[in-house]
């Protein structure tokens, strides 16, 4: 091998080093700071924008890999001959898909547990508990110090006479989960 193809191939591994470090920051922003707090308010809208972004990705492969079908120049990828720019890339939106993935079951955890304690605790109406899930995020709860908040965050373990109907159905929630194993979510 040359000079210049050792150059190359240096350069492009320190360049595949340089994306996928970016994806993995890039997909930790996207998952911590927009996947995340969307699915704590919207889960099932949230979801389904991830599926429909990893539809245009698997149809954006398989065109590729249908274009590419018998080419000199095509990279074997996964079992399939595309281009080395879809051969590049395809790791990095698998690392950023993952994160997603992971940022969305956060932040529908936390909507079941941290947001939804505490919009049950002062909800007088299934109304008022719907639009309370739809516009609160945990960052607010987190920013609070009302008894609803310190409810959500466990300083309080018994609704008070200012919380609504469906409090005891929060404290219900949060004895069970206080008393389940950890090891079996």
């Given at each position: ?11 492009d ?25 969307r699915?704590?308010?919207y889960p099932?809208?949230?979801?389904a ?6 539809g ?5 492969f ?16 996964m ?10 890339l ?7 898909a993952?994160?997603?993935i992971?940022g ?10 941290y ?21 609160v995020?945990?960052d ?35 004895s069970y989960?206080d ?7």
């Amino acid at each position: 091998m040359s000079d210049p193809d050792q150059a190359r191939s240096a350069f492009d591994w320190l360049g595949r080093c340089v994306l996928y470090g970016a994806a993995v920051v890039g997909g930790w922003f996207l998952s911590t700071r927009v996947v995340s707090p969307r699915a704590e308010n919207y889960p099932a809208e949230t979801a389904a924008v991830l599926i429909a972004a990893g539809g245009v990705v698997y149809l954006v492969f398989q065109a590729d890999k249908r274009r590419m079908r018998g080419r000199e120049d095509a990279t074997e990828f996964m079992f399939a001959s595309v281009s080395p720019l879809v051969a590049a890339l395809s790791p990095a939106f698998i690392i950023v898909a993952v994160l997603c993935i992971f940022g969305w079951v956060q932040g529908d955890q936390s909507r079941t547990s941290y947001l939804g304690v505490y919009c049950k605790y002062g909800a007088v109406s299934r109304a008022q508990l719907n639009g309370c899930m739809k516009h609160v995020n945990s960052d607010d709860i987190d920013d609070l110090e009302t008894p609803a908040a310190r409810f959500a965050r466990g300083e309080l373990d018994e609704c008070a006479t200012d919380s609504g109907p469906f409090c005891g159905e929060a404290a219900a929630q949060k004895s069970y989960d206080d008393q389940r194993d950890p090891q079996y979510p």
